[in-house]
């Protein structure tokens, strides 16, 4: 599987963005997948992670209620909806996929290359 995410950019505080990953390669609806992040100096760490069918979802407690992660399978894409973006969400954003999902990278065997999300105050 290969991973293309894309959709990053640079906002403001309260705005939104919509993260996408589109995978080609082996049936993607085979995958679970994830979206992971990294800032300058820190270590990537989970933000959300979606089961294969899309019927299971879980979240980083800093995100929850704000971002929002879902699939369309039929286009083989991974979508973040990310509103009320805050400065700290600053990072680049990375999108994973696996046979399972969860919040440990190493459940992913796939991994796109990062899209810089900046959100400035």
């Known amino acids: 599987v290969q991973l293309q995410a894309c959709g990053g950019g640079l906002v403001q505080a309260g705005d939104s963005l919509r993260l996408s990953c589109a995978a080609s390669?082996?049936?993607?609806?085979?995958?679970?997948a994830g979206w992971f992040r990294q800032a300058p100096g820190k270590e990537r760490e989970f933000v959300a992670a979606?089961?294969?069918?899309?019927?299971?979802?879980t979240y980083k407690n800093s995100v929850k209620g704000r971002f929002t992660i879902f699939r369309d399978n039929a286009k083989n894409t991974v979508y973040l909806q990310m509103n009320s973006l805050k400065p700290e969400d600053t990072c680049v954003y990375y999108c994973?996929?696996?046979?399972?999902?969860?919040?440990?990278?190493?459940?992913?065997?796939?991994w796109g290359r990062g899209t810089q999300v900046t959100v400035s105050s």
């Open positions: 994973a996929a696996g046979v399972g999902y969860g919040i440990q990278e190493g459940m992913y065997g796939y």
């Open positions: 390669g082996r049936a993607f609806s085979t995958n679970g």
């Open positions: 979606i089961s294969r069918n899309g019927g299971t979802t």
